[in-house]
């Protein structure tokens, strides 16, 4: 027979796997009395455990929704199961990556060894469409969030847009999704200031283990500087447009940092960048509405460029042809 603390997270699971139970169904999977089942009850209950109960001869057991969200118990195929679907998740434009993110955490810290080897085979194998999504490093996305998460210092080596690399130690204050990267806003020790940091150039050093108070920023105030510091510094090349399309229209289409500032209904003041203007140009010929450069030279030479190479690629086709010679009707 079963302790009784064992005995209690047996049952827990059971009405977990289940959604009603009979007290004879659980008394025999548990191997106890009808009147152990009901005094097991009584205890979760004192736990918090929200179990409800039918009387009566066909009556049971149901674990019913709460005011608050029960530890869950998951078997090994369960646990790498929603391990994998947070990974997915945290790499989506949903509006919950960071929430999954720090929940993949919280799982992948308890994770047997051998459940944590399973969850990485699957992203092994697991390809990606190129230029569908940035290909995520979860491994660092972890470590990172667990740190936000607990206040703890984070040490990291950085590789810099330059390519200089250099080691940072950090208290990382929040992550923060934009298009298809994740950048930390952290206070830098060495630096005594501000810094957002690319995830992708991040590789996280040993856990320091030293705790920090965070420092109290409004999370719209966290978003706007990410926002500016990444917009002005980022990219290599800048430029400000004038989209003949609405605000929500392009925010949509275009999966990239960006500013947007309303000009009517029917138009916006777009100001974004990139490291190549050429592939820029090109992604923003997607949105098939009218553009014109505010500011940005690179930009407006790599709109001639592209131009000049539609045109060369029209100039074949059959309506742009001489009509063949022949006799006259």
């Given at each position: 027979?079963?302790?009784?603390?064992?005995r209690l997270l047996e049952l827990l699971s059971l009405l977990q796997l289940?959604?009603?139970?009979?007290?004879?169904?659980?008394?025999?999977?548990?191997?106890?009395?009808?009147?152990?089942?009901?005094?097991?009850?009584?205890?979760?209950?004192?736990?918090?455990?929200?179990?409800?109960?039918?009387?009566?001869?066909?009556?049971?057991?149901?674990?019913?929704?709460?005011?608050?969200?029960?530890?869950?118990?998951?078997?090994?195929?369960?646990?790498?199961?929603?391990?994998?679907?947070?990974?997915?998740?945290?790499?989506?434009?949903?509006?919950?990556?960071?929430?999954?993110?720090?929940?993949?955490?919280?799982?992948?810290?308890?994770?047997?060894?051998?459940?944590?080897?399973?969850?990485?085979?699957?992203?092994?194998?697991?390809?990606?469409?190129?230029?569908?999504?940035?290909?995520?490093?979860?491994?660092?996305?972890?470590?990172?969030?667990?740190?936000?998460?607990?206040?703890?210092?984070?040490?990291?080596?950085?590789?810099?847009?330059?390519?200089?690399?250099?080691?940072?130690?950090?208290?990382?204050?929040?992550?923060?999704?934009?298009?298809?990267?994740?950048?930390?806003?952290?206070?830098?020790?060495?630096?005594?200031?501000?810094?957002?940091?690319?995830?992708?150039?991040?590789?996280?050093?040993?856990?320091?283990?030293?705790?920090?108070?965070?420092?109290?920023?409004?999370?719209?105030?966290?978003?706007?500087?990410?926002?500016?510091?990444?917009?002005?510094?980022?990219?290599?090349?800048?430029?400000?447009?004038?989209?003949?399309?609405?605000?929500?229209?392009?925010?949509?289409?275009?999966?990239?940092?960006?500013?947007?500032?309303?000009?009517?209904?029917?138009?916006?003041?777009?100001?974004?960048?990139?490291?190549?203007?050429?592939?820029?140009?090109?992604?923003?010929?997607?949105?098939?509405?009218?553009?014109?450069?505010?500011?940005?030279?690179?930009?407006?030479?790599?709109?001639?460029?592209?131009?000049?190479?539609?045109?060369?690629?029209?100039?074949?086709?059959?309506?742009?042809?001489?009509?063949?010679?022949?006799?006259?009707?």
């Open positions: 027979m079963l302790e009784t603390s064992a289940r959604r009603d139970w009979t007290s004879v169904e659980l008394a025999d999977r548990l191997g106890v009395s009808t009147r152990t089942v009901r005094a097991d009850v009584t205890r979760l209950r004192s736990l918090g455990y929200p179990v409800d109960a039918r009387p009566g001869v066909a009556g049971g057991y149901r674990l019913a929704a709460g005011t608050a969200m029960p530890p869950l118990l998951l078997d090994d195929d369960e646990a790498v199961a929603v391990a994998v679907g947070l990974s997915t998740v945290a790499t989506r434009r949903l509006g919950v990556e960071e929430t999954s993110l720090t929940a993949l955490a919280k799982l992948e810290q308890v994770l047997p060894a051998r459940l944590r080897r399973r969850v990485e085979a699957v992203r092994e194998a697991t390809s990606v469409v190129p230029g569908a999504e940035a290909v995520l490093d979860l491994s660092v996305l972890g470590v990172v969030a667990a740190a936000v998460r607990a206040h703890e210092r984070l040490r990291f080596g950085y590789t810099t847009h330059g390519g200089a690399e250099s080691v940072r130690l950090t208290e990382p204050q929040r992550l923060v999704s934009w298009g298809a990267r994740w950048y930390l806003l952290a206070w830098d020790l060495d630096r005594e200031d501000w810094r957002v940091f690319r995830v992708d150039r991040m590789v996280p050093r040993a856990p320091t283990g030293v705790r920090f108070r965070p420092r109290v920023i409004p999370e719209d105030k966290v978003v706007e500087y990410v926002v500016g510091r990444v917009t002005k510094t980022a990219w290599r090349y800048r430029a400000r447009l004038l989209v003949h399309a609405p605000a929500a229209h392009v925010a949509a289409r275009i999966h990239a940092p960006l500013e947007i500032e309303v000009v009517g209904e029917s138009a916006c003041r777009v100001e974004l960048g990139s490291d190549d203007p050429d592939q820029l140009a090109l992604w923003l010929t997607q949105l098939g509405v009218d553009i014109e450069v505010i500011e940005g030279d690179e930009l407006a030479a790599a709109f001639d460029r592209l131009a000049d190479r539609f045109r060369r690629a029209a100039g074949n086709a059959p309506g742009d042809r001489p009509p063949p010679e022949g006799p006259c009707s």
